[in-house]
Structure formats: structure tokens, C-alpha cells
T-cell receptor
Framework: SQTIHQWPATLVQPVGSPLSLECTVE??????LYWYRQAAGRGLQLLFY??????ISSEVPQNLSASRPQDRQFILSSKKLLLSDSGFYLCAWRVGATNEKLFFGSGTQLSVL | AQKVTQAQTEISVVEKEDVTLDCVYE???????LFWYKQPPSGELVFLIRRNSFDEQNEISGRYSWNFQKSTSSFNFTITASQVVDSAVYFC???????????FGTGTRLQVFP
């Protein structure tokens, strides 16, 4: 069966520090991968998605970047965190036709202080 | 532009009550998909249902039911005989055909008290 791993579960970082959140998927190949952010009271915002290795689409201009070095690995990064980067980050994956389900990881709570 | 509105920020009910979570969407496209997800306290989102725009048949799954009405652009979710384990944040979402972007509402926090 397919599983998605996301770590760390919580992270506290000072402003200006770098960030690296990792997400890996097991049990499937060539998934579409997504990074979402959930800010308090604002629902889920799509940040990046990837349909293949090295292919990244950015939905919102911001202080973050994403990379997909391997088929089932998706990394969210920042060179210098801002206070506004605080939030709950969720990785998700989907395989198959456009109308397939989207499966989410357990999320990372990032607090930038 | 596409948009999903969940006007109810928070709902509190007592166990065994029925509760309906509202979802209104906006799109000019004729082909799209609608979703409901549950986010329990653990954080990860759990898929509940997907509906395509051509299928307005209402769906029932156990205590859960969904009412899709294109005329009012609504996709409401009803939990019958609510239980404490139903306490979670529920998200409604929209995706256009042939896109990868899932547009979420702001969520409704449901608290079910014993």
C-alpha cells in the first residue's frame, strides 16, 4: 500500500534561518506531489506542485522554493525564513487520472520566531 | 476566478445531533470536481468524497451524506447522529478538470460534545 512520510512534525526556527522540509512517498511511482500551507483561519493554500522529477510549478510568489530530486521525494526550502512563513505545511500526492483522490501527509507545524 | 466558501467557521453540537456543513463554490467552468476532507486533531487530511460536476446524485455513506446542487453552486455535507469522533476541521475543495490545483475553503471546525 502507499504511504506518505513527512518530517519533522514540528519545527521552531528563528527569522532568517534556512528551512528544509522533506516529504517522501512509498508504494507508488511517478506521483504528482504537492506542498500546501495552512495558515490559521485561511484554509489550505497550494504552494507548489510537481508532475515529475525536476518539474516544479509555483502557485504563489513567496519566500519558499521546492525541489524534486527523486521520483518520490519532494522538498520545501527557504534560504531565509520570515515570520509570515509560520504555518502548517502539508505534503500530498496523487497518482492516476485528474479525477483521482489526493492523499495528505501528517504535516509539519512551523513556527518562525 | 474559482473560489470555495465555507461560511461556518465553527459549529458545536451535542452527540447524536445532526449537523450540516455548508460549502458554496464559484467557477465558470462546466467540468470540475468537488471534494470534502476531514482534518482530525492529528493534522493530516483524510479524503471523504469526490464529486464530478456531471453527477448531481446525492450520496450517502453511513452517517455521512452529501447534497450537490449545481443550481445554487453548493455541496453541503451532513453528519447524522454525530459522534465525538466526528470532531475535526472539515474542508470543502474544488478542482477544475485537467488541472492540478485543488482550491480549498477555509474549513469548518466541528466540535461534538458528549
Amino acid at each position: 500500500s502507499q504511504t506518505i512520510h513527512q518530517w519533522p512534525a514540528t519545527l521552531v526556527q528563528p527569522v532568517g534561518s534556512p528551512l528544509s522540509l522533506e516529504c517522501t512517498v512509498e508504494g507508488t511511482s511517478n506521483p504528482n506531489l504537492y506542498w500546501y500551507r495552512q495558515a490559521a483561519g485561511r484554509g489550505l493554500q497550494l504552494l507548489f506542485y510537481s508532475v515529475g522529477i525536476g518539474q516544479i510549478s509555483s502557485e504563489v510568489p513567496q519566500n519558499l522554493s521546492a525541489s524534486r530530486p527523486q521520483d518520490r521525494q519532494f522538498i520545501l526550502s527557504s534560504k531565509k525564513l520570515l515570520l509570515s512563513d509560520s504555518g502548517f505545511y502539508l505534503c500530498a500526492w496523487r497518482v492516476g487520472a485528474t479525477n483521482e483522490k489526493l492523499f495528505f501527509g501528517s504535516g509539519t507545524q512551523l513556527s518562525v520566531l | 476566478a474559482q473560489k470555495v466558501t465555507q461560511a461556518q467557521t465553527e459549529i458545536s453540537v451535542v452527540e447524536k445531533e445532526d449537523v450540516t456543513l455548508d460549502c458554496v463554490y464559484e467557477t465558470r467552468d462546466t467540468t470540475y470536481y468537488l471534494f470534502w476532507y476531514k482534518q482530525p486533531p492529528s493534522g493530516e487530511l483524510v479524503f471523504l468524497i469526490r464529486r464530478n460536476s456531471f453527477d448531481e446524485q446525492n450520496e450517502i455513506s453511513g452517517r455521512y451524506s452529501w447534497n450537490f446542487q449545481k443550481s445554487t453552486s453548493s455541496f453541503n455535507f451532513t453528519i447524522t447522529a454525530s459522534q465525538v469522533v466526528d470532531s475535526a476541521v472539515y474542508f470543502c475543495a474544488l478542482r477544475l478538470y485537467n488541472t492540478d490545483k485543488l482550491i480549498f475553503g477555509t474549513g469548518t471546525r466541528l466540535q461534538v460534545f458528549p
